[in-house]
T-cell receptor, first 113, second 116 residues
Framework: DAKTTQPNSMESNEEEPVHLPCNHS???????IHWYRQLPSQGPEYVIH???SNVNNRMASLAIAEDRKSSTLILHRATLRDAAVYYC??????????????FGQGTILTVHP | GAVVSQHPSWVICKSGTSVKIECRSL??????MFWYRQFPKQSLMLMAT?????????EQGVEKDKFLINHASLTLSTLTVTSAHPEDSSFYIC???FGQGNQPQHFGDGTRLSIL
């Protein structure tokens, strides 16, 4: 399975933008880039996903490098409720790993008031 | 939209008993459902994948006779932990997906299982 590398932790101040990086140098052409987040004692929450082009939704933006070897999740104005573990995951659309998500350790985001 | 309900949210039971956990997609039909397990301070580990009407596919190292999965309809999957022991205590989380493999998974809130 293609793997991702994320910083263990990041900190931000409330109402400031947050850029969460993710490296995935072994990404294959059919792998989608997914972002999920998990609050303590809850199941993960889908944030955003994309293949090649940058994506925007009501929660965040996803900026994907031209070579697709890295991506950045952008929270435009962090709130205290955005404090969570953020997972960057490559979703395979081929082979035996079709549709599976392999969770790494993620980035613990702390938001300061 | 895309709500997944998991029940119960927590359960405590004696060693040797069997526990059933339900996972329902409330507002969409789930082509595929997944079951994960998460130990304290660790990440999620995929246990099995199930498609409606088919036998579940288990990940390597997961005992299929211990963790029985039934996916009888497009909105319901169940995980039964049979003859549970203290080492089975964990946070069990289901997810559901509609459509192709590139579509996102939507997760339940998890079930905290404690075996005494």
């Amino acid at each position: 399975d293609a793997k991702t590398t994320q910083p263990n932790s990041m900190e931000s101040n409330e109402e400031e933008p947050v850029h969460l990086p993710c490296n995935h140098s072994t990404i294959s052409g059919t792998d989608y880039i997914h972002w999920y987040r998990q609050l303590p004692s809850q199941g993960p929450e889908y944030v955003i996903h994309g293949l090649t082009s940058n994506v925007n939704n009501r929660m965040a933006s996803l900026a994907i490098a031209e070579d697709r070897k890295s991506s950045t999740l952008i929270l435009h104005r962090a709130t205290l409720r955005d404090a969570a573990v953020y997972y960057c995951i490559l979703g395979s659309t081929g082979g035996t790993s079709y549709g599976k998500l392999t969770f790494g350790q993620g980035t613990i985001l702390t938001v300061h008031p | 939209g895309a709500v997944v309900s998991q029940h119960p949210s927590w359960v405590i039971c004696k060693s040797g008993t069997s526990v059933k956990i339900e996972c329902r997609s409330l507002d969409f039909q789930a082509t595929t459902m997944f079951w994960y397990r998460q130990f304290p301070k660790q990440s999620l580990m995929l246990m099995a994948t199930s498609n409606e009407g088919s036998k579940a596919t288990y990940e390597q190292g997961v005992e299929k006779d211990k963790f029985l999965i039934n996916h009888a309809s497009l909105t319901l999957s169940t995980l039964t932990v049979t003859s549970a022991h203290p080492e089975d205590s964990s946070f069990y989380i289901c997810s559901a997906r509609f459509g192709q493999g590139n579509q996102p998974q939507h997760f339940g809130d998890g079930t905290r299982l404690s075996i005494l």
